[in-house]
């Protein structure tokens, strides 16, 4: 037996069954008075009177509420009241203060969505968002939301956000200091009072959204101005995009130059060059290709040539780029391969091939996925070689998915590949199991049942992900048998897995599982119609909102019970943050951050192990190895190494990442960090993004980042990644 599907899909909340018919007083105060308590659906039954009574019924339980689940509840029904005359403003304001003010990132998006479909009044609480010192993501998202519902009747006020550059606010701040300092009184004068006047500081962000709110009314002098003289990326891209859209012949000249200049940002460089492909076409594949040889240019860019390189398919420009292979350094190696992907030559193949004998592992990595693109079969025996005698983890990985792509499922490799699943290395073990599972062979339930009793959580996830592939209610008993043994992120990990089978909602209480499935007969069970999965998955994070906890980083729920925070602590993070009021100093970043750090390790469950690592030029660690469990004493000692932390040298973020990936009982990781990495083995962004994300592919490690004053594309690559989450902090 199981709930209906579409109960589960809204989170158990929007159809659930209310109450009898009662009146707006009994149901008021049995919401104020139960608090959470209260069944699913009152908050909605509640907001429905749609009186100024409700509404202020629904203030007050929002401050009585302790869950994020409830209060989310409170925000999504407080849009209805915008086009009430005499219950919008303090409404709206409710909304706009949760979204600015409140700790859980949920609600607080929540709150900032629902002032995005608040049609008549939305857009004026939305600008005063926007024009405030709140975090810069949510002024951010604030203006997307305020574009979306104004349309032309904003332009002037988006011209004045976009002509708000950093350089006219230090202006005006000097401007202020100095006539500070010309109205000092004298002594005996009485001092006058005066009322602190916030900075609103300018980000690129904000400013591009306004600006492509404006662009079709700028002028072609404006656009040029913005390309030659705005030091925001953005507003660069944007105005050069729209020079080419229009035609203008400055904007082939503008990429000209901004293509050739390594100090131009990546991104800038990389629509240059598609603004040049437009325009010249084969003609300028020669400066593409010598742009990506030299050492300097970027991964991300290097990536993105090749790729244009390969989309030309021009025969000329492909016998130039076929004659690269195997020459140069690694990654001229690997830019090679990447742009030949669409040659399909027999004679280059053997070149290729030749790859797999490189001292450089990338391009041995490289090597191997330009064979599986090719399906070239005659390559096994090499792999098969290269698979024996490698001892790097990542080509062995790598190796051994190329072999199970070539032999595309053949009965001997998967034996083999069972085989393996005993391997002393974690990696080989992971992969050989989850490549049994991508083979989506039936008749290895007991090998999966096996693996779930595991060592090492992340064998234990690959099994549980495989049984749940099989969507039969066989695997729900062996599941629900492991389930006691689990905790923090695992437990979780099992409560939504047999969430999305049953659509029962029990969470990760093993004990209800239990007692559900003794109450059951297997043959009853019908299990979730992959059709109706979608709406299951957006219903767990409904289940996880109900949860009464503090534990959190900067916004971000910390579920798990293996936790690693990852702190920079360069020279930089001594910068102060942006600060509030005119006349004021920011808070130094470093103290901002060991802070909130404290308060997350103070906030963490019992049974949670944790470890905190330090990075600028190396890494430090608070522990030597391993996590610790979460008592008193531990946390204590904690908070002594977080009190003593400094920041000095440089940002060795890889290296931070590679001792994150060293522990293979971590099953999460947030990351802090301030600016671009300096130091370590390896710098370029987009080639820690494609490293981490080769060490992770069968660990399963969430990422969590947190960016501190600075846009960091690296830091949303590995959040994005790894189903973590990104949040920035100015």
Not at 130 to 142: H, I, L, T
Not at 270 to 298: C, N, S
Not at 719 to 729: K, L, P, Q, R, Y
């Amino acid at each position: 037996m199981r709930l209906p599907i579409a109960l589960v899909a809204l989170g158990l909340m929007a159809l659930a069954p209310l109450a009898p018919a009662q009146s707006f007083e009994e149901l008021r105060d049995r919401v104020l008075a139960e608090r959470d308590a209260i069944e699913d659906g009152e908050v909605r039954q509640l907001a429905e009177f749609e009186t100024r009574e409700a509404m202020e019924a629904l203030l007050e339980a929002y401050d009585r509420f302790a869950s994020a689940y409830r209060r989310r509840e409170v925000v999504v029904e407080l849009k209805r009241f915008d086009d009430h005359e005499g219950s919008f403003q303090p409404a709206l304001d409710k909304l706009m203060k949760v979204a600015v003010g409140e700790r859980s990132l949920e609600v607080r998006t929540a709150a900032l969505e629902s002032l995005g479909l608040c049609v008549q009044n939305g857009p004026s609480f939305l600008s005063l968002i926007v024009e405030s010192n709140a975090d810069d993501s949510v002024r951010e998202r604030a203006m997307e939301l305020h574009v979306r519902l104004s349309g032309d009747s904003s332009d002037g006020w988006y011209r004045k956000v976009y002509e708000r550059s950093l350089g006219s606010v230090q202006e005006e701040l000097r401007g202020a200091d100095s006539k500070k300092k010309k109205g000092r009184r004298r002594r005996g004068e009485e001092e006058e009072t005066e009322e602190k006047k916030e900075i609103i500081w300018p980000t690129a962000q904000l400013r591009a959204t306004a600006m492509g709110a404006i662009i079709e009314s700028l002028t072609v002098e404006e656009l040029q101005v913005a390309v030659e003289r705005d030091r925001s990326g953005g507003v660069r891209r944007a105005a050069l995009a729209e020079l080419a859209r229009r035609g203008d012949k400055s904007a082939l000249d503008y990429a000209e130059t901004i293509f050739g200049r390594p100090d131009f940002p990546y991104r800038d460089r990389a629509l240059a060059a598609d603004i040049l492909l437009d325009e010249q076409g084969v003609d300028a594949a020669g400066e593409f290709i010598d742009v990506a040889l030299k050492a300097p240019t970027p991964e991300f860019l290097r990536n993105h040539l090749a790729g244009l390189l390969a989309e030309l398919k021009d025969e000329g420009v492909d016998k130039k780029l076929v004659k690269l292979i195997g020459k140069g350094k690694a990654q001229q190696k690997v830019f090679a391969l990447h742009s030949t992907v669409n040659v399909n030559d027999p004679k280059l193949l053997k070149r290729i091939r030749k790859g797999l004998r490189d001292k450089q592992e990338e391009v041995v990595v490289a090597t191997v996925d330009a064979l599986i693109a090719r399906r070239d079969r005659e390559s096994i025996e090499d792999l098969e070689k290269l698979f024996e005698k490698t001892k790097l983890d990542g080509v062995r990985a790598a190796a051994l998915r190329g072999l199970s792509a070539l032999y595309d499922g053949e009965n001997e490799w998967v034996v083999r590949l069972k085989g393996l699943t005993d391997a002393e290395d974690l990696d080989i073990r992971n992969a050989a199991l989850a490549e049994i599972a991508r083979l989506g062979r039936r008749n290895m339930d007991e090998l999966y049942i096996e693996k779930l009793s595991d060592e090492n959580w992340s064998t234990r996830l690959i099994a549980l992900r495989a049984l749940e592939s099989r969507r039969d209610a066989s695997v729900l008993a062996p599941i629900i048998a492991r389930m006691p043994q689990e905790q923090g992120r695992m437990a979780i990990e099992f409560g939504e897995t047999l969430f999305r089978l049953t659509g029962q909602a029990f969470g990760p209480r093993a004990s209800s599982w239990e007692r559900w499935l003794a109450s059951t007969s297997i043959e009853e069970i019908e299990i979730v119609p992959e059709a109706e999965l979608e709406t299951i998955v957006a219903a767990t994070e409904e289940r996880k909102l109900r949860q009464i906890s503090s534990a959190a980083f900067f916004g971000v729920r910390i579920e798990s019970h293996r936790v690693l925070f990852i702190l920079d602590v360069s020279g930089s993070m001594n910068e102060p943050m942006r600060a509030e009021y005119v006349g004021e100093l920011g808070r130094p970043r470093i103290d901002v951050a060991k802070e909130e750090l404290a308060q997350a390790i103070q906030s963490l469950d019992a049974g949670a192990l944790f470890n905190i690592a330090p990075f600028s030029g190396g890494v430090d660690s608070w522990l030597e190895e391993g996590v610790v469990g979460a008592d008193d004493y531990s946390r204590e000692d904690a908070l002594v190494y977080i009190d003593r932390l400094g920041a000095a040298g440089g940002t060795n973020l890889y290296g931070s990442l590679e001792f994150a990936f060293d522990d293979p009982d971590v099953d999460t990781i947030f990351i802090l960090s301030d600016g671009e990495p300096s130091v370590g083995d390896i710098i370029d962004p987009q080639l820690i993004r494609e490293a981490i994300a080769e060490r992770n592919a069968t660990r399963n490690v969430v990422i969590n980042t947190i960016a501190f004053g600075a846009d960091l594309q690296v830091l949303e690559w590995l959040a994005e990644d790894s189903g973590g989450t990104h949040v920035s902090i100015d």
